[in-house]
């Protein structure tokens, strides 16, 4: 396991892979077809593909597909993460321990629903084991990167929570990529498990409804920007200024804030298409006047909304959380700001949803190991 350091930000050390036979969620009918050819199984690949994904998702019977089919997929790996532990929390989310085949924990959070106008159930899910980009507040930033999941380990995924929580269909389905991991560190998995996910003839996601958020990877933003099937973007500011944003997140070292704003500027945005830029409020550290205004000036002029988070305090961060008083007050120096700079987007703030079950990025698993004095 290794720490982040400013050096392996900025050359972007692929981070490593999984082992094992190739994945049976992350097929795709094409895949699948040159599979059967090479097994003798005359039936349709793509219906094969459509069954695979359905059964997984909807089933718990495993994937019954017929003997022939079978001797096929014998050539894959089958299994899907497993969900070990499930914490509720007061608002109805759920925290979710997986467990990987080779024994590491990630987690997922089922949100039965995240907004009155559109209430559809959202899972968050993690990219990696760990995280090599070490932000001060983020508990998975303090373990360290110990691996990529594959696209099978991230659809697998989907279709566990799906099973364990799941809408009856993918098209009710949101997905945040804001778990453990830095998605555009694994950017390769992430794209291939979206085109699957979002592949109309099996789970049929929309990539509409997909986010992706990065601690702001530029030179993988501008791979992101040119994937085929392409969620949409959110950004994690988290401070305004480079000096506090370099101390809390070694990436603005290699990347800062105005090489971000450019990309952000340039990025291809569809009809509509906003990225979200998401602040965590850090007591004492990024939550005063100046940096409200100072937010305001990196937000202005982009399409952009943007979203207030709370720190969830947990033990290996020594950041603190401001209280309710002054987040509200911060969010309408915030507000008040961006009018003045004609900021056309959305402000949210997050209510404490999830802090009752230390909701954010990592903590559970943290704890989880902390409690077994590892
Ligand atoms: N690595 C990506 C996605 C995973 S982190 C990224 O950084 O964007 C998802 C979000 O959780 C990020 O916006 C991050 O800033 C936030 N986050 C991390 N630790 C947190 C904490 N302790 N409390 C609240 N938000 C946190
Ligand atoms: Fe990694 Fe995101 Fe946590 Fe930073 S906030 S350490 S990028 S998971």
């Not at 039936?43 to 909807?58: K, N």
Request: aromatic share 4%.
């Amino acid at each position: 396991m290794t720490l982040a350091i400013v050096d392996d930000v900025r050359s972007l050390k692929p981070a490593p892979e999984p082992a094992g036979l190739p994945s049976l969620w992350a097929l795709n009918p094409g895949e699948i077809e040159s599979m059967a050819k090479e097994a003798d199984f005359n039936g349709s690949a793509v219906q094969l593909f459509a069954r695979i994904q359905r059964i997984a998702a909807w089933n718990d019977d495993g994937v019954d597909v017929g003997k022939r089919a079978r001797l096929l997929l014998d050539r894959t790996d089958r299994s899907l993460p497993r969900v070990v532990e499930e914490v509720p929390s007061d608002d109805g989310a759920t925290r979710m321990v997986l467990l990987t085949a080779d024994g590491h924990k990630i987690e997922g959070v089922h949100m039965p629903r995240t907004h009155v106008k559109t209430p559809r159930t959202t899972f968050c899910i993690s990219s990696q084991v760990g995280c090599a980009m070490g932000c001060t507040f983020c508990a998975t930033g303090t373990m360290g990167i110990v691996r990529n999941l594959s696209a099978g380990e991230i659809v697998g995924q989907v279709l566990a929570l799906m099973r364990a929580k799941g809408p009856s269909t993918g098209h009710e389905l949101n997905l945040v990529f804001m778990g453990m991991g830095e998605p555009l560190h694994n950017l390769e998995h992430v794209a291939r498990a979206v085109e699957i996910l979002c592949d109309e003839r099996g789970i049929g996601l929309s990539e509409k409804r997909i986010t992706v958020s990065t601690s702001g990877l530029v030179p993988q933003i501008e791979r992101f920007a040119q994937l085929a099937v392409r969620p949409l973007l959110a950004v994690s500011i988290n401070a305004a200024d480079d000096a506090t944003r370099s101390r809390i997140m070694p990436v603005n070292r290699a990347w800062n804030l105005g090489v971000l704003k450019k990309t952000l500027e340039h990025y291809p945005y569809r009809r509509g298409e906003k990225v979200l830029l998401a602040y965590v409020l850090l007591h004492g550290e990024n939550d005063g006047d100046d940096d409200a205004r100072r937010l305001a000036d990196f937000a202005a002029g982009l399409p952009a909304n943007l979203n207030l988070i709370p720190l969830n305090e947990h033990g290996r961060t020594s950041h603190k959380a401001p209280d309710d008083a002054w987040i509200a007050s911060f969010s309408k120096r915030l507000y008040d700001e961006l009018v003045l700079r004609e900021f056309r987007g959305v402000l949210t703030t997050r209510n404490n949803r999830g802090r009752d079950v230390q909701g954010a990025c990592g903590q559970l698993v943290q704890g989880e190991a902390q409690k077994r004095g590892r």
